[in-house]
């Protein structure tokens, strides 16, 4: 029943920024959290960052500390990813995660993601 679209990917050198967007629509409930994570083709998919849906407290994967930034809009039901000093190594598909509770800690997909391509 859950919708989700994700959506600001793109191609940028080395060194630039991109804003990710992700609109959650369909069924109607709160979630414990919701975060971005990344894959690779034959590679595991990987936690970016989470926040909070109502408190907004932060959590950032090591290597994104410092260039990342998780933000949201409840009212509007988005997530928001802002991706500074871009690396060749953050090239993935971008997805968005729902962890419906605090008690799981499971995050579930619905989106197809959006590509993420840093190079030269």
């Known amino acids: 029943q859950v919708q989700v679209v994700e959506s600001g990917g793109g191609w940028v050198q080395p060194g630039g920024s991109l804003r990710l967007s992700c609109e959650v629509s369909?069924?109607?409930?709160?979630?414990?959290?919701m975060g971005w994570f990344r894959q690779v083709p034959g590679k595991e998919r990987e936690y970016v960052a989470s926040?909070?849906?109502?408190?907004?407290?932060?959590y950032y994967a090591d290597f994104v500390k410092g260039r990342f930034t998780i933000s949201k809009d409840n009212a509007k039901n988005m997530l928001y990813l802002r991706m500074n000093n871009l690396k060749p190594e953050d090239t993935a598909v971008y997805l968005c995660?729902?962890?419906?509770?605090?008690?799981?800690?499971?995050?579930?997909?619905w989106g197809q993601g959006t590509q993420v391509t840093v190079s030269s």
């Open positions: 995660g729902i962890r419906p509770t605090m008690e799981r800690n499971e995050f579930h997909f």
């Open positions: 369909g069924r109607t409930f709160t979630p414990w959290r």
């Open positions: 926040i909070t849906w109502i408190g907004g407290s932060t």
